[in-house]
T-cell receptor
Framework: RKEVEQDPGPFNVPEGATVAFNCTYS??????FFWYRQDCRKEPKLLMS???SGNEDGRFTAQLNRASQYISLLIRDSKLSDSATYLC??????????FGTGTRLLVSP | EPEVTQTPSHQVTQMGQEVILRCVPI?????FYWYRQILGQKVEFLVS????????KSEIFDDQFSVERPDGSNFTLKIRSTKLEDSAMYFC???????????FGPGTRLTVL
């Protein structure tokens, strides 16, 4: 079983839409999770850390469901500039991040 | 805002040659990492480094790879004898403490011909 799994998409949404991505992980002992954004041929840039209580940053909300071993990212009021690949990452506790393949989002006018 | 920097941005080399990729982590960070991303694939962990030694490495990080912190600011990845399949983006990252947010540099695109 893959360690971190994501739907590769692409998710095609119009501007202003709400879109949600899920990411499943297999290591139940992992404590830290992150969402990164990656633009084409660029480095991953941290979008949000994911806490057990959930966290929100403007239009972005991240949730962690330990029972079902998944994390989610909700984007409200999508902008054209949100078009990117969204990577979820699990910190396994061995000083390494394990990334999913990423979910591609395309926001159209 | 402090950031991780990497040089060069693009390196082209012949198969069998040695390459050194350079990184300057964020200055107060103590943990350093290398990842790679083959075109169209996911970001893969290579190695983590703390207190002047390797903390963790993946199976990709074989004897052809080595890392070094030659001075107080640089962190390097050396590939001794490059193969075609080493062609990828190589990202350096750093974090202040273990299991903390890792910040990535802009990457070095390595092309092996």
């Amino acid at each position: 079983r893959k360690e971190v799994e994501q739907d590769p998409g692409p998710f095609n949404v119009p501007e202003g839409a709400t879109v949600a991505f899920n990411c499943t992980y297999s290591n139940s002992a992992s404590q830290s999770f992150f969402w990164y954004r990656q633009d084409c041929r660029k480095e991953p840039k941290l979008l949000m850390s994911v806490y057990s209580s959930g966290n929100e940053d403007g239009r972005f909300t991240a949730q962690l469901n330990r029972a079902s071993q998944y994390i989610s990212l909700l984007i409200r009021d999508s902008k054209l500039s949100d078009s990117a690949t969204y990577l979820c990452a699990e910190d396994t506790g061995f000083q390494k991040l394990v990334f999913g393949t990423g979910t591609r989002l395309l926001v159209s006018p | 805002e402090p950031e991780v920097t990497q040089t060069p941005s693009h390196q082209v080399t012949q198969m069998g040659q040695e390459v050194i990729l350079r990184c300057v982590p964020i200055s107060n960070h103590l943990y350093f990492y290398w990842y790679r991303q083959i075109l169209g694939q996911k970001v893969e962990f290579l190695v983590s480094f703390y207190n002047n030694e390797i903390s963790e490495k993946s199976e990709i990080f074989d004897d052809q790879f080595s890392v070094e912190r030659p001075d107080g600011s640089n962190f390097t990845l050396k590939i001794r004898s490059t193969k075609l399949e080493d062609s990828a983006m190589y990202f350096c990252a750093s974090s202040q403490v273990a299991e903390d947010t890792q910040y990535f540099g802009p990457g070095t695109r390595l092309t092996v011909l």
